[in-house]
C-alpha cells in the first residue's frame, strides 16, 4: 500500500492506495466513531453486496452516476441520514464513483452543519473527485453549481474495486488520468499515449494513478479554495462539462473532448504547433471516444452552458485553462466573440 499525506497548515488527511486495502484500511477511521454511516452506489452495492460489503448494515443506497447530483436525490440522502440518527460526532463513509462521491461529500459538508467523511472511490473517475475536499451536485443551469469545500478525513483507493468496471467507465476514467499527464509534463504525456496507443486497460494503469493522485495533491495543497493554480486542474472541462451536459455523455468522455479543444485553442493562440492535432485526433478516436460530436457543436449552446463556469470572471468572456508554448498551464479570459471563432474554426479543422 502507498500513502499520501497532504500538507496543509492544519487538519491534514491521508490517501491510501493499494489492491485489497479496503477493510483493514477502514476499520483504522471507523474504529475511532462511536456512529458511522455508509452512502454507497447502487452499483457498487450490487457488485460487491455479498463480498466486501457484505458486513455493512443499513447503507443509503445513492443512485448512480449523474443522477445521485440531482437536488432530489441528494434530499433523499441527507433525509436518508437524518432519519438514521445522524450525530456531529458521526462518520460518514461514502463508498462509489465519482457523481456518488460528490453527492455524498456535499451531504456530509451540509447535514448538521458538517460531519467528518472519508471518500471510497470506485471508479477510475473518482480517483480525481474524491482529493481535495470539493463536493457537489448540479443545478438545472450547469454541473458542480451547488457545493462545499469539506475535506474528508481520509481517502482509500482499494484498486480492486476496479476489475468489475465496464469499458466505457475506464475510458471515461482515463480521461481524468491523461489530463493530469499533460499537467505532469509534455513526457508524462507522450508516455501514456505510447503505452495506451492500442487501447486502455485499468490493470495497466497503476503508475499513472499514482502520479495523478500526486499531481492533484500538489495542486489542491498549494490553493485548496481555487483562487488560484487549483484552477489548472479544470484543464479540458470548461468545454468539456458544456459538452457533457448538452449531450448528456459520460464525464471522461467530455474531458477528453475538452483536452483536444484545449489543444487547438492553445495551437491557434500561441501560433505554434504545441500539439500534435492529427495525432491525438487518430489517438482518441482509436480508443473509442466520440471525437465527432465536435463537428457538431452549436456555438450559441456551448457559450450557454460556459457561461456558468465557476472560473468566469466577466459575461463578456469565458474562463478557460491553455497551455503554453513551454507545455505549461496558464488561465485566460477568451471573449466570447473569440471563443465563437474558435469553436467555429475547430469544426472546420476536423
Wanted: zero cysteines; aromatic letters at 10%; charged letters at 25%.
Amino acid at each position: 500500500m502507498k500513502e499520501f499525506e497532504t500538507t496543509y497548515p492544519d487538519e491534514n488527511y491521508t490517501v491510501h492506495v493499494g489492491h485489497g486495502i479496503f477493510k483493514e484500511t477502514l476499520n483504522l477511521y471507523t474504529s475511532r466513531y462511536e456512529d458511522v454511516f455508509y452512502i454507497i452506489d447502487e452499483n457498487v452495492h450490487h457488485a460487491f453486496k455479498n463480498t466486501v460489503l457484505k458486513d455493512i448494515e443499513d447503507p443509503v443506497i445513492a443512485k448512480p452516476g449523474e443522477a445521485a447530483k440531482t437536488a432530489e436525490a441528494f434530499i433523499g440522502i441527507v433525509e436518508s441520514l437524518l432519519g438514521r440518527g445522524i450525530k456531529r460526532s458521526s462518520l460518514v463513509v461514502v463508498i462509489g464513483g465519482g457523481a456518488v462521491g460528490d453527492a455524498g461529500g456535499f451531504a456530509a459538508a451540509v447535514t448538521l452543519r458538517g460531519v467528518d467523511f472519508i471518500q471510497v472511490p470506485t471508479t477510475l473517475l473518482a480517483h480525481d473527485s474524491a482529493i481535495g475536499g470539493k463536493t457537489a451536485i448540479n443545478s438545472r443551469h450547469g454541473k458542480n453549481l451547488i457545493g462545499a469545500f469539506h475535506r474528508p478525513s481520509g481517502v482509500i483507493y482499494d484498486l480492486d474495486f476496479l476489475n468489475t468496471l465496464p469499458e466505457s467507465e475506464i475510458l471515461s476514467g482515463f480521461g481524468e488520468v491523461y489530463k493530469h499527464a499533460l499537467l505532469d509534463s509534455e513526457k508524462a504525456a507522450n508516455e501514456l499515449m505510447e503505452q495506451t496507443a492500442h487501447g486502455v486497460e485499468a490493470a495497466d494503469l497503476e503508475d499513472s494513478i499514482i502520479k495523478g493522485i500526486r499531481t492533484k495533491m500538489r495542486y489542491v495543497t498549494e490553493d485548496e479554495f481555487e483562487s488560484g493554480s487549483r484552477k489548472y486542474l479544470n484543464l479540458g472541462h470548461t468545454l468539456g462539462h458544456a459538452i457533457e451536459y448538452e449531450y448528456k455523455i459520460q464525464h471522461g468522455h467530455a474531458v477528453m473532448l475538452g483536452l483536444y479543444a484545449m489543444m487547438f485553442i492553445s495551437n491557434e493562440q500561441s501560433e505554434s504547433r504545441i500539439f500534435d492535432l492529427e495525432a491525438h485526433y487518430t489517438y482518441l478516436s482509436n480508443l473509442g471516444y466520440p471525437m465527432e460530436l465536435l463537428g457538431t457543436l452549436d456555438s450559441g449552446r456551448m457559450l450557454k452552458h460556459m457561461k456558468h463556469d465557476k472560473k468566469n470572471i466577466s459575461d463578456a468572456s469565458v474562463g478557460f485553462i491553455l497551455m503554453d508554448k513551454d507545455f505549461e498551464p496558464f488561465f485566460t479570459e477568451i471573449n466570447t466573440d473569440e471563443m465563437v471563432k474558435y469553436i467555429g474554426a475547430l469544426k472546420e479543422s476536423l
